[in-house]
């Protein structure tokens, strides 16, 4: 599986951003998908995950309200909508396939399979 995220950049504390991520090598509609960060000196952080049918969706609390997953099956992709950005919420922003077939997403990220290469989000305040 190959997954190419996209979307980072600098943005000013309360903007917005997008991120996408899109797969291939593999029937994406079938497995579920998550987002990590992870910042300089500290560990991967889960983010945002969502099921393989996207029915369901989980965010870290720090998030919870500011941050939307989703995904388009049609088109391999899933993205996370990031509004009312703070600086902590600068790092890397990892999105990731969970391991197993029809699974409904995990904050545990020693579950995910496959991983992008990450693209850097820069909040400003």
């Known amino acids: 599986v190959q997954l190419v995220e996209s979307g980072g950049g600098l943005v000013q504390a309360g903007g917005s951003l997008s991120l996408s991520c899109t797969a291939s090598?593999?029937?994406?509609?079938?497995?579920?998908m998550g987002w990590f960060r992870q910042s300089p000196g500290k560990e991967r952080e889960f983010v945002a995950a969502?099921?393989?049918?996207?029915?369901?969706?989980y965010y870290a609390d720090s998030v919870k309200g500011r941050f939307t997953i989703s995904r388009d099956n049609a088109k391999n992709t899933v993205t996370l909508q990031m509004n009312s950005l703070k600086s902590e919420d600068t790092a890397v922003y990892f999105c990731?396939?969970?391991?197993?077939?029809?699974?409904?997403?995990?904050?545990?990220?020693?579950?995910?399979?496959?991983w992008g290469q990450g693209t850097q989000v820069t909040v400003s305040s």
């Open positions: 090598g593999r029937t994406f509609s079938i497995y579920a």
């Open positions: 969502i099921s393989w049918s996207g029915g369901s969706t």
């Open positions: 990731a396939v969970q391991g197993k077939i029809y699974a409904s997403g995990s904050a545990n990220r020693y579950e995910y399979a496959y």
